[in-house]
Structure formats: C-alpha cells, structure tokens
C-alpha cells in the first residue's frame, strides 16, 4: 500500500511540472518573445528616454559644478586668498624692517667712524715708529763716529808730521791712503766735515776757545784758527770744531 501511494504521489507530481510548461509554452507564444526577455529589458535604455541608469552616481556627479564638490572655493579663489594673507603680513613688516634697517645703518656709520680713528692711529704710529727708528740709527752711527773721530785726528797729526824728505815719501803715502779711506767710509755713513776756517762764527756748529787779533783782511767774529775739526751727520753735530774767533 505505501509503494502504490508513492508512485500516485510522484505521478501527480509530474503532471503538474508538464501543467506549468504548457502554459509557460502559451504565454511565450502570445507575447513573442521568450520569458527571460524581461530580465534583459531591465539593465537596457528604454525607448525615447536620453538617460542611463546603469551609472546613477555619474548623474549626480553631472548635477555638481565644475569646481568640485558644492560649497567649495575653486582653487583660483584660494590662491588669491593666500596671496592677500601673504601680501597683509608682509605690510605689516614693513614699519619693523624699516626701523632694524635705520638702527643697522646708525652702527654701521659708527664702526665706519671708528675704524677710520683706528686707522688714522695706526698711521701715525707707524711714521713716529719710523721716525723713531731713524733718529735710533742716526743716534748710533753719530756715536760710533765719535769714537773713531780721534783716531782721524792722529793720522792727521802723523801726516803732519812726516818730513818731506824722499825716504818718508812711502810712509807719508801710507798714511795718506788710510785717511782717504777713513774719511770715504765717513761719507757712506752720511758724516761730513763742517767747514769753520773763514766762515762766521756759528755756535751752532762752533766752540771758540779763544779771540785772536786778525790778520790784514780777515773781519771781526770770523774763525781764525781750526784748533779741531768737526764733524756732523745731517742736522745733527757729531762734534764741534774747536777754533779761534777773531777779536
């Protein structure tokens, strides 16, 4: 008894499954197109309508302006808002700019003031440097020649007293090539003799140790007599002549 009912059970079954096809059959028929036509009509354009709707948010993003999404500023407009925000903090630099510019001149001109007093400063130091160290030299060579002054002097009163006789000629030469000598390293130095016999008398340059009666054309107050030569180096007297001053 089940296995009969099972088998009416699938029977019945079946023939409602070929019930649905026929009638499915017929409404294909009648419309003239197959069922699934529906499904394909659904994602097409629909005649006479200019608008997809495969893409909605492409609509939406027509609808919006061309600068972006509503309520903003296109980037030109931000730019000029920068540059004016740019343009306000600058001005108001200026006023602050200008007052360090004045205050940097102001130490400038000091510096320049004061390097310029440096200098001058150091110029001078370096002629009274100089200076100073010309007189030194001066100073030292007089004292050197000092010193050797009177060994001139001997050679002189040596000369003097050679006889002229032909067997003192060689001496007398002798001597007389020394003092040329002598008196050529004198002139290097710069050391030259002052001249007293016939000249007016010069304390300057001259010490009188004595007054003589003059001879015929001989004036009063001239040197008379070189008692010892002097000698000067520049300005500067190295010694005086030692003379005799006509009364």
């Known amino acids: 008894m089940t296995k009969d009912k099972a088998k009416k059970e699938k029977r019945e079954k079946k023939g409602s499954i070929d019930k649905g096809k026929i009638e499915d059959l017929k409404f294909s028929g009648d419309t003239g197109s197959p069922s699934g036509s529906d499904t394909q009509s659904e994602g097409t354009q629909a005649p006479g309508d200019g608008k997809s709707t495969d893409h909605p948010e492409k609509e939406e993003q027509a609808g919006q302006p061309m600068g972006g999404k509503s309520g903003q500023s296109s980037p030109a407009a931000n730019d000029g808002e920068k540059k004016a925000r740019e343009n306000a903090g600058k001005s108001s630099l200026v006023p602050e700019l200008q007052k360090k ?135 500067k007297v190295i010694r005086y002549s030692m003379v005799h001053v006509v009364r």
Do not use: C, W
């Open 101 to 235: 510019l004045e205050e940097t001149e102001g130490k400038r001109d000091e510096y320049l003031s004061l390097a310029q007093r440096v200098q001058a400063d150091f110029d001078n130091y370096k002629r009274r440097n100089k200076n100073a160290i010309a007189d030194s030299y001066h100073s030292a060579t007089a004292d050197v020649v000092e010193a050797f002054l009177p060994v001139l002097d001997n050679l002189e009163r040596a000369m003097d007293s050679v006889p002229d006789s032909d067997a003192e000629v060689s001496v007398r030469k002798g001597v007389e090539m020394v003092k040329k000598q002598f008196l050529d390293t004198l002139s290097r130095l710069g050391v030259e003799e002052i001249e007293a016999l016939g000249k007016p008398f010069d304390p300057t340059f001259h010490n009188a140790v004595g007054q003589v009666d003059g001879e015929e054309g001989q004036e009063e107050n001239t040197v008379a007599e070189v008692l010892q030569k002097g000698y000067k180096m520049g300005d």
